[in-house]
């Protein structure tokens, strides 16, 4: 199945091979299909298309792919979608969410989209569409059990029951280099009684930071997460996460962090994340 998979998508796919993997695809796939996985996405994300327009039924033709990778790939084409069905984006509203929580997303949203001289154009701000796992065949392949493959999940997108645990959904800003996430805790995440458990912040920080760290400088991984607890946040309640780049430094990559009401009025917690640029074949050892 994999191994068909791969025959399929090398076929499907105008990929350069940069030198230093040429002739390398049979030894590690996984890093390959990684690759492509990472890719697809920064090619969609640098041309303004979102991810889920890839679960649509329009099939993606020659999507260019910056060479900012530094991997020498120019042009990509995918004439198909890898999942079965198209994934469901988790940033969307859903009956669980509070008024409170619709307001602010309906705030954000309507950032998304200007109108200059009558017509709409895009605005400073861009919703970012969640799923509950990364590319299928960028986890799986060689490194995963079959079992591991079907069933692994994204940790904050890892219950169907809406408003369960992490209800969330990311708005970033490019200009600002900034991103502010609308977060409503489920009863899932307690810790003290009524209210969120610390670990339950943290995972939020970091995908948080996280996410606009990948934005900004491409594959990342969290080196250091350092938190200050200010003010407990209660179960059920909605909060803002505000992340911005503080600076980068070779391949380190510093955001900052803070979590307030929705109001603003309140801080609960201050953060500060430091991502290391990595090859994603440091996740496979290859
Ligand atoms: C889109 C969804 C977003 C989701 C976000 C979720 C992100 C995550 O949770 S990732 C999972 C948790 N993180 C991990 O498991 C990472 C484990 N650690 C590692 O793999 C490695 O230590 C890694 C990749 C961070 C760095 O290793 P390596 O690539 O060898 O870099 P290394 O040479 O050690 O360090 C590079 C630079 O970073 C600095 N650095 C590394 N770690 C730290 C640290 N903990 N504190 C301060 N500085 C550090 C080094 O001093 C070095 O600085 P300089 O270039 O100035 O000398």
Same mark, same amino acid.
């Given at each position: 199945?994999?191994?068909?998979?791969? /025959?399929?998508?090398?076929?499907?796919?105008?990929?350069?091979?940069?030198?230093?993997?040429?002739?390398s695809?049979?030894?590690?796939?996984?890093?390959?299909?990684?690759?492509?996985?990472?890719?697809?996405?920064?090619g969609?994300?640098?041309?303004?298309?979102?991810?889920?327009?890839?679960?649509?039924?329009q099939p993606?033709?020659?999507?260019?792919?910056?060479?900012?990778?530094g991997?020498?790939v120019?042009?990509?084409?995918?004439?198909?979608?890898?999942?079965?069905?198209?994934?469901?984006?988790?940033?969307?509203?859903?009956?669980?969410?509070?008024?409170?929580m619709?307001?602010?997303?309906?705030?954000?949203?309507?950032?998304?989209?200007?109108e200059?001289?009558?017509?709409?154009?895009?605005?400073?701000?861009r919703?970012?569409?969640?799923?509950?796992?990364?590319?299928?065949y960028?986890?799986?392949?060689?490194?995963?059990?079959?079992?591991?493959? *079907?069933? *692994?999940?994204?940790?904050?997108?890892?219950?169907?029951?809406?408003? /369960?645990?992490?209800?969330?959904?990311?708005?970033?800003?490019?200009?600002?280099?900034?991103c502010?996430?609308?977060?409503q *805790?489920?009863?899932?995440?307690?810790?003290?009684?009524?209210?969120?458990?610390?670990?339950?912040? *943290?995972?939020i920080?970091?995908?948080?930071?996280?996410?606009i760290?990948?934005?900004?400088a491409?594959?990342?991984?969290?080196?250091?997460?350092?938190?200050?607890?200010?003010?407990?946040?209660s179960?059920?309640?909605?909060?803002?996460?505000?992340?911005?780049?503080?600076?980068?430094?070779?391949?380190?990559?510093?955001?900052?962090?803070?979590v307030?009401?929705?109001?603003?009025?309140?801080?609960?917690?201050?953060?500060?994340?430091l991502?290391?640029?990595?090859?994603?074949?440091?996740?496979?050892?290859?």
């Amino acid at each position: 199945m994999y191994a068909s998979h791969l /025959a399929n998508l090398h076929r499907q796919t105008n990929i350069q091979e940069p030198r230093h993997l040429e002739g390398s695809i049979a030894k590690v796939p996984v890093g390959m299909m990684i690759r492509q996985g990472f890719q697809v996405v920064r090619g969609l994300h640098r041309h303004g298309m979102k991810w889920s327009g890839l679960a649509g039924r329009q099939p993606i033709n020659r999507v260019p792919v910056s060479q900012s990778m530094g991997v020498g790939v120019r042009v990509l084409t995918m004439s198909s979608w890898p999942f079965s069905s198209p994934p469901r984006d988790y940033s969307l509203p859903n009956d669980s969410w509070s008024p409170e929580m619709r307001n602010l997303y309906d705030h954000y949203n309507a950032l998304c989209e200007v109108e200059e001289e009558g017509q709409k154009k895009r605005g400073p701000w861009r919703r970012l569409p969640s799923y509950n796992r990364t590319l299928k065949y960028a986890t799986g392949g060689q490194c995963l059990s079959k079992v591991l493959q *079907a069933k *692994a999940r994204l940790f904050t997108r890892n219950t169907e029951e809406p408003g /369960a645990s992490f209800e969330y959904v990311v708005f970033l800003n490019k200009q600002e280099k900034s991103c502010v996430c609308i977060f409503q *805790a489920g009863h899932l995440l307690e810790g003290p009684p009524g209210h969120v458990h610390g670990g339950a912040i *943290a995972t939020i920080i970091d995908s948080v930071t996280g996410t606009i760290a990948t934005y900004l400088a491409g594959p990342v991984m969290t080196a250091n997460l350092n938190i200050n607890y200010r003010s407990p946040i209660s179960l059920g309640s909605v909060v803002l996460v505000r992340s911005a780049l503080e600076k980068t430094e070779g391949r380190k990559t510093l955001i900052s962090c803070q979590v307030t009401s929705a109001d603003g009025a309140r801080l609960h917690t201050e953060a500060t994340g430091l991502f290391v640029a990595i090859n994603v074949g440091h996740l496979f050892g290859t």
